[in-house]
Protein backbone atom coordinates (compact mmCIF):
# COMPACT_ATOMS: atom_id res chain seq x y z
CA UNK A 1 0.00 0.00 0.00
CA UNK A 2 1.43 3.68 -0.85
CA UNK A 3 1.94 5.67 2.03
CA UNK A 4 -0.03 9.43 1.86
CA UNK A 5 1.20 12.34 4.04
CA UNK A 6 -2.24 13.86 4.05
CA UNK A 7 -5.39 12.22 2.56
CA UNK A 8 -7.16 8.99 1.11
CA UNK A 9 -10.63 10.24 1.23
CA UNK A 10 -13.54 9.05 -0.97
CA UNK A 11 -15.08 11.84 -1.67
CA UNK A 12 -11.98 13.59 -2.83
CA UNK A 13 -11.08 10.50 -4.89
CA UNK A 14 -14.60 9.94 -6.90
CA UNK A 15 -13.90 12.61 -9.36
CA UNK A 16 -11.04 10.48 -10.37
CA UNK A 17 -12.65 7.68 -11.59
CA UNK A 18 -12.42 8.89 -15.05
CA UNK A 19 -8.58 9.40 -14.84
CA UNK A 20 -6.08 11.83 -15.20
CA UNK A 21 -5.22 13.19 -18.22
CA UNK A 22 -2.48 16.21 -17.93
CA UNK A 23 1.51 16.67 -18.07
CA UNK A 24 2.99 18.59 -15.35
CA UNK A 25 3.91 21.92 -17.55
CA UNK A 26 5.19 20.27 -20.81
CA UNK A 27 6.03 16.55 -20.76
CA UNK A 28 9.20 15.57 -20.42
CA UNK A 29 10.42 13.81 -23.68
CA UNK A 30 13.91 13.20 -25.27
CA UNK A 31 12.38 14.45 -28.96
CA UNK A 32 9.24 14.69 -30.77
CA UNK A 33 9.14 10.44 -31.73
CA UNK A 34 10.66 9.42 -28.09
CA UNK A 35 9.89 10.31 -24.51
CA UNK A 36 12.17 9.24 -22.33
CA UNK A 37 14.06 10.38 -18.63
CA UNK A 38 17.41 9.57 -18.25
CA UNK A 39 18.91 9.13 -14.39
CA UNK A 40 21.73 11.38 -14.55
CA UNK A 41 24.30 11.98 -11.81
CA UNK A 42 23.81 15.05 -9.19
CA UNK A 43 20.06 15.24 -8.85
CA UNK A 44 19.30 17.82 -6.80
CA UNK A 45 18.89 17.30 -2.66
CA UNK A 46 15.21 17.80 -1.71
CA UNK A 47 14.97 18.46 1.82
CA UNK A 48 11.67 16.52 2.46
CA UNK A 49 11.64 13.41 1.26
CA UNK A 50 9.05 10.85 1.79
CA UNK A 51 9.34 7.20 0.82
CA UNK A 52 6.29 5.38 -1.56
CA UNK A 53 5.79 2.40 -3.36
CA UNK A 54 4.20 0.56 -6.12
CA UNK A 55 4.39 -3.15 -5.56
CA UNK A 56 7.81 -4.21 -5.37
CA UNK A 57 8.52 -0.34 -7.22
CA UNK A 58 9.66 2.41 -4.49
CA UNK A 59 10.19 5.94 -5.10
CA UNK A 60 10.77 9.30 -3.64
CA UNK A 61 9.19 12.84 -3.16
CA UNK A 62 8.71 16.00 -1.81
CA UNK A 63 6.41 16.14 0.58
CA UNK A 64 6.98 19.74 1.42
CA UNK A 65 6.00 20.28 -2.20
CA UNK A 66 3.80 17.38 -3.65
CA UNK A 67 0.57 15.79 -2.14
CA UNK A 68 0.56 11.74 -2.25
CA UNK A 69 -3.30 11.18 -2.95
CA UNK A 70 -3.92 6.94 -3.45
CA UNK A 71 -6.91 7.20 -5.75
CA UNK A 72 -8.69 4.06 -8.27
CA UNK A 73 -6.66 5.30 -12.41
CA UNK A 74 -8.32 4.90 -15.33
CA UNK A 75 -6.66 3.91 -18.56
CA UNK A 76 -6.59 6.67 -20.56
CA UNK A 77 -8.45 5.39 -23.52
CA UNK A 78 -11.44 2.48 -24.40
CA UNK A 79 -13.18 0.51 -22.33
CA UNK A 80 -13.28 1.67 -18.49
CA UNK A 81 -10.46 -0.39 -17.09
CA UNK A 82 -9.32 1.00 -13.62
CA UNK A 83 -6.75 -0.08 -11.42
CA UNK A 84 -5.63 1.28 -7.63
CA UNK A 85 -3.04 3.81 -8.02
CA UNK A 86 -1.69 6.85 -6.64
CA UNK A 87 -1.49 11.00 -8.03
CA UNK A 88 1.19 13.66 -6.45
CA UNK A 89 -0.90 16.74 -6.36
CA UNK A 90 1.17 20.24 -6.15
CA UNK A 91 1.16 21.13 -1.99
CA UNK A 92 -0.82 24.12 -2.68
CA UNK A 93 -3.55 22.63 -4.85
CA UNK A 94 -4.11 19.68 -2.47
CA UNK A 95 -4.95 22.08 -0.10
CA UNK A 96 -7.96 23.01 -1.81
CA UNK A 97 -9.47 19.65 -2.71
CA UNK A 98 -13.10 19.63 -1.60
CA UNK A 99 -13.69 23.63 -1.59
CA UNK A 100 -15.61 25.19 -4.12
CA UNK A 101 -14.53 27.71 -7.24
CA UNK A 102 -11.70 25.78 -8.65
CA UNK A 103 -11.46 26.72 -12.57
CA UNK A 104 -10.92 23.37 -14.98
CA UNK A 105 -11.84 22.79 -18.54
CA UNK A 106 -11.64 24.59 -21.85
CA UNK A 107 -13.67 26.65 -21.95
CA UNK A 108 -13.15 27.31 -18.47
CA UNK A 109 -15.33 27.45 -15.98
CA UNK A 110 -15.69 26.82 -12.13
CA UNK A 111 -16.24 23.49 -10.49
CA UNK A 112 -15.50 21.89 -7.06
CA UNK A 113 -11.53 21.45 -6.83
CA UNK A 114 -10.75 17.74 -7.09
CA UNK A 115 -7.75 15.29 -7.88
CA UNK A 116 -8.80 13.58 -11.21
CA UNK A 117 -8.96 17.59 -12.84
CA UNK A 118 -5.77 18.42 -11.15
CA UNK A 119 -2.19 18.56 -12.64
CA UNK A 120 0.28 16.34 -11.42
CA UNK A 121 1.98 12.78 -11.90
CA UNK A 122 -0.28 9.66 -12.18
CA UNK A 123 1.20 6.06 -11.16
CA UNK A 124 0.03 2.82 -11.39
CA UNK A 125 1.01 -0.71 -11.75
CA UNK A 126 -1.19 -2.39 -13.97
CA UNK A 127 -1.81 -6.14 -14.17
CA UNK A 128 -1.38 -7.29 -17.71
CA UNK A 129 1.79 -7.31 -19.73
CA UNK A 130 2.85 -4.12 -21.79
CA UNK A 131 2.08 -6.14 -24.97
CA UNK A 132 -2.09 -6.35 -23.63
CA UNK A 133 -1.81 -2.47 -23.34
CA UNK A 134 -0.16 -1.60 -26.95
CA UNK A 135 -2.79 -3.82 -28.28
CA UNK A 136 -5.69 -1.62 -26.51
CA UNK A 137 -4.34 1.73 -28.11
CA UNK A 138 -4.21 -0.26 -31.87
CA UNK A 139 -7.48 -1.72 -31.15
CA UNK A 140 -8.70 1.78 -31.02
CA UNK A 141 -7.44 2.91 -34.07
CA UNK A 142 -4.26 5.25 -32.17
CA UNK A 143 -1.82 2.62 -32.96
CA UNK A 144 -0.36 5.66 -35.13
CA UNK A 145 -0.42 7.66 -32.42
CA UNK A 146 2.31 5.10 -29.70
CA UNK A 147 5.95 6.15 -29.54
CA UNK A 148 8.57 4.81 -28.27
CA UNK A 149 9.75 5.60 -24.47
CA UNK A 150 11.90 4.66 -21.88
CA UNK A 151 12.49 5.41 -18.49
CA UNK A 152 16.51 4.86 -17.55
CA UNK A 153 16.89 1.28 -19.22
CA UNK A 154 13.33 0.45 -19.40
CA UNK A 155 12.08 0.41 -22.92
CA UNK A 156 8.25 0.72 -23.74
CA UNK A 157 5.87 2.93 -25.66
CA UNK A 158 4.38 6.59 -24.58
CA UNK A 159 0.93 8.31 -26.06
CA UNK A 160 0.05 11.86 -25.57
CA UNK A 161 -3.40 13.16 -24.96
CA UNK A 162 -5.42 16.61 -24.33
CA UNK A 163 -8.08 16.72 -21.88
CA UNK A 164 -10.43 19.79 -21.32
CA UNK A 165 -7.23 21.81 -22.83
CA UNK A 166 -4.64 20.43 -21.01
CA UNK A 167 -1.65 18.02 -22.20
CA UNK A 168 -0.58 14.36 -20.63
CA UNK A 169 1.97 12.32 -21.76
CA UNK A 170 1.46 8.48 -20.64
CA UNK A 171 4.34 5.96 -20.38
CA UNK A 172 4.20 2.33 -20.15
CA UNK A 173 6.84 0.43 -19.21
CA UNK A 174 7.10 -3.17 -18.70
CA UNK A 175 7.73 -4.88 -15.32
CA UNK A 176 8.07 -8.79 -15.78
CA UNK A 177 4.53 -9.81 -16.57
CA UNK A 178 3.18 -6.34 -15.29
CA UNK A 179 3.37 -2.83 -16.93
CA UNK A 180 3.96 0.63 -14.98
CA UNK A 181 1.95 3.74 -15.64
CA UNK A 182 3.11 7.25 -15.44
CA UNK A 183 1.09 9.78 -16.84
CA UNK A 184 2.60 13.66 -16.06
CA UNK A 185 -0.51 15.83 -16.54
CA UNK A 186 -0.02 19.62 -16.99
CA UNK A 187 -0.28 21.24 -14.23
CA UNK A 188 -3.37 24.10 -13.73
CA UNK A 189 -0.64 26.78 -12.70
CA UNK A 190 3.04 27.18 -13.45
CA UNK A 191 4.52 25.55 -10.34
CA UNK A 192 7.91 25.16 -11.14
CA UNK A 193 8.99 24.20 -7.83
CA UNK A 194 6.42 21.44 -8.05
CA UNK A 195 7.56 20.53 -11.68
CA UNK A 196 11.25 19.85 -10.75
CA UNK A 197 9.77 17.46 -7.61
CA UNK A 198 8.04 15.70 -9.88
CA UNK A 199 10.88 14.75 -12.67
CA UNK A 200 12.60 14.18 -9.68
CA UNK A 201 9.87 11.68 -8.04
CA UNK A 202 10.08 9.94 -11.76
CA UNK A 203 14.14 9.44 -11.84
CA UNK A 204 13.80 7.90 -8.33
CA UNK A 205 10.98 5.53 -9.43
CA UNK A 206 12.98 4.68 -12.29
CA UNK A 207 15.77 3.76 -10.63
CA UNK A 208 13.86 1.18 -9.10
CA UNK A 209 12.63 -0.71 -12.60
CA UNK A 210 14.13 -4.05 -13.24
CA UNK A 211 16.97 -3.12 -15.50
CA UNK A 212 17.77 0.35 -14.82
CA UNK A 213 21.44 1.58 -14.95
CA UNK A 214 22.69 3.02 -11.14
Known sequence: MISSRFL???LLCLPALGGCEQQPGSASGSGPDVAGIDVMDGDEVLAELQSGSLGPLRFDYD????TLIEMPIMFPIGPQQQAWGAKLVP???ADLLGQQGCI???PPRRRTCNARDEGGLVMSLLER???DYREDFIQAGLGAELMPARLDGSVGFAYRRTRLGRHSLYRFIPVGERT???AEQELVTDNRVAQAAIAATIRSLA????????
Open 8 to 10: LCA
Open 63 to 66: QEAL
Open 91 to 93: ADR
Open 104 to 106: YGD
Open 129 to 131: PIQ
Open 180 to 182: LMV
Open 207 to 214: KALPGARH
